[in-house]
């Protein structure tokens, strides 16, 4: 799946500008691969990025502005869809790609059986809520260990406190 994002080389926006950086080094950090097209120098990347953001997504003048991104022919959204999947930790969702292995998406995705669309939720891989119980079992005992970790550091704390007590006393 090849990730398309149309962007304005010259434009004259400094807000435009910003918001294309913004998305292509978002992308970059997460190494995925897209194709930057020119909708300033090439007048049918121009034309296929009009034609292609659906109706409801374009704004009061007809004329949607870049960066617009898409998976291939499928539309992804504009700045502020990304930018809201961005701030969700759903950015591969939003991209219509499977998350990285290891990532906060991958595990709210395998929490929640979340369809690499986004768009729907199913069960892929066994009882659903089997799967749902042992990941909350698994949040539970990490939080478990967290908290008996700071309970021993505040033990030694407070240990350590004492025995200056008990030393400042002596002297």
């Not at 291939?72 to 990304?82: A, I, L, N, P, V």
């Not at 499977?98 to 995705?109: F, I, L, N, T, V």
Request: glycine share 6%.
């Amino acid at each position: 799946m090849v990730i398309k994002v149309f962007l304005a080389s010259s434009s004259g926006s400094t807000a435009i500008k910003k918001k294309q950086q913004d998305v292509v080094g978002f992308l970059e950090a997460l190494r995925v691969e897209y194709d930057p097209l020119d909708i300033a120098c090439n007048e049918e990347n121009r034309m296929w990025m009009r034609q292609n953001v659906p109706e409801e997504k374009k704004p009061a003048n007809g004329i949607p502005l870049p960066p617009q991104i898409f998976n291939e022919e499928s539309y992804c959204g504009d700045y502020d869809t990304f930018f809201d999947a961005k701030e969700d930790n759903s950015v591969f969702a939003f991209l219509g790609l499977p998350p990285p292995p290891g990532s906060k998406e991958a595990a709210q995705a395998d929490k929640a059986h979340i369809v690499t669309n986004g768009n729907h939720v199913e069960e892929m891989n066994g009882d659903l809520e089997d799967t749902i119980a042992h990941a909350e079992e698994e949040e539970q005992d990490e939080a478990d260990d967290d908290r008996e970790e700071e309970e021993a550091e505040v033990q030694e704390e407070e240990e350590g406190d004492l025995e200056e007590t008990q030393e400042e006393e002596a002297e």
